[in-house]
T-cell receptor, first 112, second 114 residues
Framework: ELKVEQNPLFLSMQEGKNYTIYCNYSTTSDRLYWYRQDPGKSLESLFVLLSNGAVKQEGRLMASLDTKARLSTLHITAAVHDLSATYFCAVDKETSGSRLTFGEGTQLTVNP | DGGITQSPKYLFRKEGQNVTLSCEQNLNHDAMYWYRQDPGQGLRLIYYSQIVNDFQKGDIAEGYSVSREKKESFPLTVTSAQKNPTAFYLC?????????????FGPGTRLTVL
């Protein structure tokens, strides 16, 4: 059974600081996704990582994938209040199509 | 505008009732999915369908049923057999491709059992 673990589950940080969210998974996969969820809202796709060593950046967020270590990271640079949300990683365990297993989510609060 | 719509936004159910949640997409995606989210938790897959008239159980299918009669539509019925149905339900869709099959999510339906 595929397990996806995120840490930390709760993160409170000050504006301007850097931090990293970690996503570990238990079985081989080379496809990993990061999503953002605002309170009471749906999920917004942030990054799609499709191969070992993939790195993608959008604004203050950068995601990477190490399939050998079964680890993805979401790095936040110089955090701003607008980044406050819950961030989920999801791993695809199928070789075609898509069947995602989600982590529990990391609730990020950025304080002024 | 292309997208995924879910209705209703809020739904209240009495114990013992079946209720149906609607999901429609006009993205021309082949695959559609239903997830359940409980407070403070991640999403869990209920059912998914990669082609019309075919669907597969996900990780928590008991007490739920689906149909896929049209490519655009994937309704979810929460039956009385689902003992704890209060949750946030999200529908998603994707193309079916080995290269890229990112899932896009609808706005969700919040179901409450009275």
């Amino acid at each position: 059974e595929l397990k996806v673990e995120q840490n930390p589950l709760f993160l409170s940080m000050q504006e301007g600081k850097n931090y990293t969210i970690y996503c570990n998974y238990s079985t081989t996969s080379d496809r990993l996704y990061w999503y953002r969820q605002d309170p009471g809202k749906s999920l917004e796709s942030l990054f799609v990582l499709l191969s070992n060593g993939a790195v993608k950046q959008e604004g203050r967020l950068m995601a990477s994938l190490d399939t050998k270590a079964r680890l993805s990271t979401l790095h936040i640079t110089a955090a701003v209040h607008d980044l406050s949300a819950t961030y989920f990683c999801a791993v695809d365990k199928e070789t075609s199509g898509s069947r995602l297993t989600f982590g529990e989510g990391t609730q990020l609060t950025v304080n002024p | 505008d292309g997208g995924i719509t879910q209705s209703p936004k809020y739904l209240f159910r009495k114990e013992g009732q079946n209720v149906t949640l609607s999901c429609e997409q006009n993205l021309n995606h082949d695959a559609m999915y239903w997830y359940r989210q409980d407070p403070g938790q991640g999403l869990r897959l209920i059912y998914y369908s990669q082609i019309v008239n075919d669907f597969q159980k996900g990780d928590i299918a008991e007490g739920y049923s689906v149909s896929r009669e049209k490519k655009e539509s994937f309704p979810l019925t929460v039956t009385s057999a689902q003992k704890n149905p209060t949750a946030f339900y999200l529908c998603a869709s994707s193309i079916v491709s080995a290269a890229r099959d990112e899932q896009f999510f609808g706005p969700g339906t919040r179901l409450t059992v009275l």
